[in-house]
């Protein structure tokens, strides 16, 4: 093939030493925009079990939304205030919805082997994402501030100091956990969806195992023989 | 009297919590629940069938 039959990316970039121009380009030929939202699927994905990501999603927009009205009002008003509880409770079930979505997410991707035909980074991805939402969760118990707070914070002291990590989190320090809950962790698991997301739309939803074989039947050498 | 308080009085969730306590298992009867309807829900999910399109003309 000439150089003039390959495939050029997306847009030349207007000065190859620029970094942000390398990473548009780059950025642009691993997804390209039009790819970016689905109008599509394989008739495979057609079942119940493929619902489950995106009722993950919904629950973290959920948890999100209610977690930055509580941010913004305080310990006082989701405590004391009718609606503040309400939006407490918001925020708690939306946590269980999350978890429960994502736990039966996990076990139809695990069943599923998603990590075939190139996807391992996508279950990557998902599995940092979930225990990092583990880490978050916990963070959130102990943001309480109220007596469930307290006995959660010292019962974990212990088992975070027996197993070494103890002088790195402070879980009785309110203002470091509260930090870890409501800006470093969110940040980190809302990332880690978008990239998951990406890498779906990248490498595409994988396959059942019944098609993977019938796509690999056509190459057994006693059928190409007959 | 709100659905709410109802509910409430249905399921008192101020009193001591239920365990159960097999051997060296034990956890909460609330959780065990929630762990045997997530099972329920992925069974639930690879059976039920999926509504499909219409087949369009």
Redesign the interface.
Known sequence: MSAADEPRPARVPADARSWTARLRTRAEGAMPPERLLPDRQPSYVASWIYVFGALTIAALLLIVASGLILGLKGPAWWHVTAIGRFFNGIHLWGVELFFFTMVVHLWGKFFMGAWRGGRSLTWVAGAVTFLISIAAAFTGYLSQQNFDAQWISTQAKDGLNSVGIGAFFNVTNFGQMYTFHVILLPVAVVLLTAWHVLLVRRHGVVPPYVRQLAAEAPARPSEERA | MLPASLLGAVFDLSRRPHYVHWHFFQMSVTNLL?IV??IV??A???L?P?P?RRAEP
């Open positions: 929630v309807l997530m829900v992925f639930a999910a690879i039920l999926f499909h």
